[in-house]
């Protein structure tokens, strides 16, 4: 490390680094771009695979342990330069040992055999937990968190996986996902905080907040510059499919996609990864008016932006927007890319950028924006001075600390849907049966980024862990608790393959069962692999289901899934509904606890329910899609039909709202509307409420939403206590954005409402 040491010794005496980072880091940057080549500037754009560089048969595959190539390496590091590496090797975890030995080395080469010493930065996906570190905390995926409806939750989440994974030697991570998830088909719905845009703003500027602290110091050891995505638009397709065209007009991508991104950015988030698809027929990789005049100039960014996995080759390849790989360059970087995720032919993209530059086609001053906020990320991360952390410090790592922070946000999420009779919780000491591929399962308990991109190994690193049969065993008992699949996942092949395994086994042990726990769902998915043609649960699923209610005993239907799966023909058949979603490894002991009562449950769907596979619309639906069949000339369907509304959720408390009171009946834009409202507790049980704020904009010169969540907030009630619970509602909250997208409050009525109380008011 000499030349590291004397690197960083010439530029004390230019940079004191640890004065404020301000004009200092202005002057440090702008000198070590003075000296760099184009060739090394370019590097600096260039990430790769981490399998690029490790031991193996070829840059696709790497051999286990990890272990990094020095013939790779070298090249890749000293001849080109190259300033990212990303990922683990063959999609599977790593001891915190692991990472930092190699991680080391990475740095090692990059900094002592380069003449600047330039540290690379080393990102990954740690999605709900730093998913590819061997003994991380898992927390539930966003869409569960979502469901807690408290956004301490997410911070909690973001808190702890910064620390994990800077325990495991890695200061960026690719997350909070900031996509609006409104469409049940699409397959990376449960990596969204859901379908309302108020949700997905407060409970992604806690995650910015959790990853990179409340002073946005990602200097500190604990901390990790987060990176937005995907921007923007991305879950909006046509299709329902993952990287398939959107069709968005300006004025709905701003008033319900952009917003989330400029919390997030008013926030402090360092970097941000683009939309891997098209939207009005433009790839994102190549609209300059969405990365320059609406990120950069209108939403004022001023940090990393990056590509998503090979986008820029895919201008070519798949887009066809690009004649040739360089012309796919060529566009991207000058629509206002950073950074490249390439991530495996690397050397393509260094060639065709250096030769753009020096044939004039991308300008010198594009290359230099671009390395100056990549080397400016690299220096508040504290890497030329510490480039790499040693897990050595993080006596936290996977501490029961942490774990009970992924239990209380599951325990808070799991939402109660149906309790016919009361039948929850169960009462006494009774014999259960659990039933279905989805009870015996941590893999599923998890999703997708679990140990593994696909979540495939998840069995294999948690079985530390309570699946949902073992955690009831745990609480009932093993002679009263008994596991039958009934039928299974299918090893290999597509994450819905199916096979029946002993349905009629199922029904003889239920038979001799006071209650049956039906736990069924999805195996685990995202990206492309997670595309689906049908939303309706696998037909061996919905056979299993009927045959076990042939027995004539209780049926609780567990619902295990990222998305919702229709469930309209099994549904009559059970006497309870609950959905758990993703909860991760402590989702199987919530669950127990939410079952036997020593938890009672408060979550609330944050997305609508279908019932219908042609009824697929957010509660903000328009008025038209509601049409009376007044003439009755003929006859259709006059309304929306869902299995469970928006905001839904039950309790084993029981919540009657009154007085619902606004401070006046009139308003003035630039006034705040003060809202009461009194919930009680009618029952014996102490619950956890969420109050939802909507408003209804009653006329308005575009189509208005029929409503749109304005507020909310989670309190406890105590048994028999009457809260009353205030919101302060600036008038300008009740805005939307018009055919000239721009946000405007037009005067006229507006509805308020909250529960099934509703007040109107004037805005003048």
């Known amino acids: 490390m000499k030349k590291y040491i004397y690197f960083l010794f010439v530029l004390s005496f230019l940079i004191p680094f640890h004065e404020s980072l301000g004009n200092e880091k202005e002057k440090f940057i702008e000198n070590l771009i003075s000296q760099m080549t184009l060739e090394e500037k370019v590097g600096q754009m260039t990430q790769i695979n981490i399998t690029v560089i490790a031991k193996g048969p070829n840059r696709f595959s790497s051999s286990f342990p990890m272990e990094i190539d020095d013939v790779r390496a070298n090249k890749a590091l000293v001849d080109y330069k190259v300033g990212s590496v990303l990922n683990t090797i063959n999609n599977t975890a790593q001891k915190p040992n692991v990472w930092y030995k190699n991680i080391s080395k990475i740095q090692d080469i ?192 001023d940090g990393v932006i990056l590509t998503d996995w090979e986008d820029i080759r895919k201008l070519h390849d798949r887009d066809k927007v690009a004649k040739t790989q360089k012309e796919a360059v060529k566009m991207a970087i000058n629509a206002g890319i950073d950074m490249s995720m390439v991530p495996h032919e690397y050397e393509q993209f260094f060639d065709d950028l250096v030769e753009l530059v020096n044939e004039g086609e991308v300008v010198i001053d594009r290359i230099d924006d671009a390395v100056k906020r990549i080397l400016k990320l690299k220096f508040e991360l504290g890497l030329f001075q510490n480039p790499v952390t040693n897990y050595e410090d993080y006596i936290d790592f996977g501490s029961k600390k942490h774990q009970k922070l992924a239990y209380k946000s599951a325990s808070e999420s799991i939402t109660l849907l149906k309790n016919s009779d009361n039948i929850l919780p169960l009462k006494g000491k009774p014999s259960i049966l659990v039933v279905g591929p989805n009870g015996n399962n941590m893999r599923t308990l998890n999703g997708a980024w679990t140990y593994s991109w696909q979540g495939e190994l998840t069995d294999k690193f948690a079985g530390d862990f309570n699946t949902i049969y073992e955690a009831l065993q745990n609480k009932y008992g093993k002679n009263k608790v008994k596991y039958v699949a009934g039928v299974s996942y299918k090893d290999g092949g597509n994450y819905y393959d199916m096979e029946e395994s002993d349905i009629n086994n199922a029904v003889t042990e239920a038979k001799n069962s006071d209650y049956i726990i039906l736990c069924l769902g999805e195996n685990t998915y995202t990206e492309k692999p997670g595309d689906l043609n049908d939303l309706n649960l696998h037909k061996l699923q919905v056979k299993l289901a009927k045959k076990l209610a042939e027995t004539g005993k209780p049926i609780i239907l567990i619902l295990n899934l990222g998305r919702p799966r229709l469930i309209s023909d099994i549904e009559p058949l059970t006497n309870a509904v609950v959905n758990i979603y993703l909860p991760g490894n402590f989702g199987g002991d919530a669950l127990a606890d939410i079952l036997s009562g020593e938890v009672n449950p408060s979550g609330k769907l944050p997305y609508t329910y279908p019932a219908f596979p042609n009824s697929l619309i957010p509660y903000y639906y328009k008025p038209s899609e509601v049409q009376n069949n007044s003439q009755g000339s003929y006859n259709y369907v006059g309304e929306v039909n869902n299995q469970y509304d928006f905001g839904f959720g039950l309790s084993y408390s029981e919540f009657r709202y009154s007085d619902l009171k606004t401070n006046k009946n009139q308003y003035n834009l630039n006034d705040i509307i003060k809202i009461s409202v009194n919930v009680q507790n009618s029952s014996e049980i102490d619950g956890l409420e969420t109050i939802q704020l909507y408003s209804s904009d009653l006329y308005a010169s575009i189509t208005p939403d029929i409503k749109r969540l304005r507020d909310f907030t989670k309190v406890k009630i105590e048994a028999g206590e009457i809260k009353t619970i205030e919101f302060n509602l600036p008038v300008s909250e009740l805005s939307f954005v018009n055919s000239e997208n721009e946000f405007v409050v037009e005067p006229g009525k507006f509805k308020l409402s909250i529960d099934k109380l509703s007040k109107e008011i004037i805005i003048r």
Not at 243 to 260: C, G, K, Q
Not at 272 to 284: A, D, E, F
């Open 110 to 301: 990059a900094m002592n055999k380069n003449r600047l010493g330039i540290p690379v930065i080393y990102g990954i996906d740690a999605i709900h937990g730093t998913t590819y570190t061997d003994g991380a905390t898992m927390f539930p995926q966003q869409i569960t968190t979502a469901a807690s409806w408290n956004p301490e939750n997410a911070y909690n989440m973001a808190f702890v996986c910064a620390y994990e994974t800077r325990a495991s030697a890695i200061p960026w991570n690719f997350s909070p996902v900031l996509d609006l998830g409104f469409d049940p088909r699409f397959p990376r719905q449960f990596e969204t905080f859901g379908e309302d845009p108020l949700l997905v703003e407060r409970f992604g500027v806690e995650m910015i907040k959790g990853y990179q602290g409340l002073d946005n110091n990602v200097s500190n050891k604990y901390k990790v510059a987060a990176c937005m995505k995907h921007f923007v638009g991305y879950h909006a397709t046509i299709s329902g499919k993952d990287r398939t065209p959107a069709y968005i007009p300006d004025n709905v991508l701003s008033e319900f996609h952009i917003e989330s991104f400029k919390k997030a950015i008013e926030a402090g988030a360092k970097t941000i990864m683009i939309n891997s698809g098209l939207i009005n027929g433009i790839p994102v990789h190549a609209d300059y008016n969405i990365l320059i005049n609406i990120l950069r100039n209108k939403l004022g960014f």
